[in-house]
């Protein structure tokens, strides 16, 4: 893989030509900004910027004031070969607070792994209901840790106005959820997102993250797709680069809260 000119591509596919990633959300471009715009329930943040050291701090004042203005929380998705080199000193400074850092991976699904299957006793499932996005919700909150309101409201959003753009799966311990994901479908574009990926802590370890990878990645060959692309946690790394992903760069989350 050239790691420079599919970078190049994903940045302009899937950051300066974002689309939105709900029915509820706009994208936005102000300058050399490209932000989305959700509802309070949905993900208010930028994905992209192209910003010199003359002009960076105004620009995130704007966005800071917008968001500000509308009463949302928002994050800005920095990535780590954005410019100018200081813009996370720069965010700090303002008050946007520092996530942890994750990988930006992506694969061609010409040469990935996808022969994992599901490690005994479990079977995986497609979500298609909110029945099923109950049970992702579920996963991802003993998973995680996390408050699953979001992703409830988000992906029960997509499935029943939007489903061609997401493909959601959970995987079974007989009837018990231990596992889920979801893959973020761009049209118009060759990539494919990977989101969510989490297994509930006793269950780690047994092969139900890679089987979920694979079953994603199959589901994205046949929509034709030729590039998966992953937020990988230091946990999910090695699993991702075992399938045949790369690393391309860092990406980091810094959050304001108004």
Known sequence: MDHAAVLALYDRDMREGAQPDSPESRIE???KVVRQVSSEQ?????VWSDLDAGGADAAIAEQ?????????????KLYGHDQPVDLGQRLRTAGLTAQPEETLMIGEVADLTLDAGPPEGIRVLPVTDRAGVDL?????????????????????????ADPDTVVAVVALAGDIPVSAARMELVPGTRFAGLWGGGTVEAWRGRGIYRALVAVRAREAVERGYRYLQVDAMPTS???????GFEPLTTTTPYLYTP
């Open 136 to 160: 992702v919700a579920d996963v991802h909150e003993a998973a995680f840790g996390t408050d699953s309101t979001r992703l409830r409201h988000q992906l029960l959003a997509q499935l029943t």
């Open 64 to 76: 800071i004031a917008y968001f500000s203005g509308l009463g949302r929380e928002f994050e800005w």
């Open 237 to 243: 790394r090695p699993i991702l680069e075992r399938l």
């Open 42 to 46: 949905g993900w208010n943040g930028v």
């Open 29 to 31: 471009r102000v300058g």
